[in-house]
């Protein structure tokens, strides 16, 4: 079965609000995280990484936490536009493999 | 340049026909991999070529063939298909050959099987 995967299916904000995206992976051997974006009828678009030697990575407007200890990851997205509105994957790396993508997470946003 | 550039954008077979899906790089990237994502689903790998060879496959069926003629270049061929192949076959490319780092994904060929 697959290794990550995210906590809720779907998940509905206001624009402005922050929101937060929550996966959880299996394997602690595990060094190296994904976030992707994808639009409706687009390919999947980076966001942001992290490396598990790390706990928090921010880039612009979004900030990726990592918990070794409990095996999550979450993607925090602050003032949410509607421009965010997508299906989100969090992805791992295990030491000389593929990717493995978890199952996605759907963000609307309303204004 | 991130960009991965797929062709065509849709397409439309027949269960008999022999087509081929496009994928193009400039970024110097030396592995490519083809996933296949179906509705409301996570991206599944197919394919990865690293150094242009093929380094993974995962148990597709032979009537996808891939093809990686140059370091830029990665061909999808189709043949024999049904209905059941129809989704979103998305290229990717990533810098290094392990399959592990960030892979950067072209915007996909929707196929639809008849």
């Known amino acids: 079965g697959e290794s990550v995967g995210l906590h809720l299916p779907t998940l509905s904000v206001q624009e402005g609000d922050n929101s937060i995206i929550n996966c959880a992976y299996s394997?602690?051997?595990?060094?190296?995280f994904i976030w992707y974006k994808q639009e409706s009828g687009k390919g999947p678009q980076f966001i942001i990484d992290?490396?598990?030697?790390?706990d928090k990575r921010q880039g612009q407007r979004v900030t990726v936490l990592l918990n070794k200890t409990v095996k999550h990851l979450s993607l925090q997205i602050a003032a949410t536009q509607p421009g965010d509105s997508a299906v989100y994957f969090c992805?791992?790396?295990?030491?000389?493999?593929?990717?493995?993508f978890g199952k996605g997470t759907t963000l609307s946003v309303s204004s | 340049d991130t960009e991965v550039t797929q062709t065509p954008k849709h397409l439309v077979m027949g269960m008999t026909n022999k087509k081929s899906l496009k994928c193009e790089q400039h970024?110097?990237?030396?592995?490519m991999y083809w996933y296949k994502q179906k509705a409301k689903k996570p991206p599944e790998l197919m394919f990865v070529?690293?150094?242009?060879?093929?380094?993974i496959n995962e148990s597709v069926p032979s009537r996808f063939s891939p093809e990686c003629p140059n370091s830029s270049l990665l061909n999808l061929h189709l043949h024999a298909l049904q209905p059941e192949d129809s989704a979103l076959y998305l290229c990717?490319?990533?810098?290094?050959?392990?399959?592990?780092?960030?892979?950067?994904f072209g915007p996909g060929t929707r196929l639809t099987v008849l």
């Open positions: 992805a791992e790396r295990q030491a000389g493999t593929a990717l493995i």
């Open positions: 990717a490319s990533s810098q290094a050959g392990t399959g592990g780092d960030t892979q950067y």
């Open positions: 992290i490396r598990s030697n790390m």
């Open positions: 970024m110097g990237h030396r592995a």
């Open positions: 070529y690293s150094y242009e060879k093929l380094s």
């Open positions: 394997n602690s051997a595990s060094d190296y």
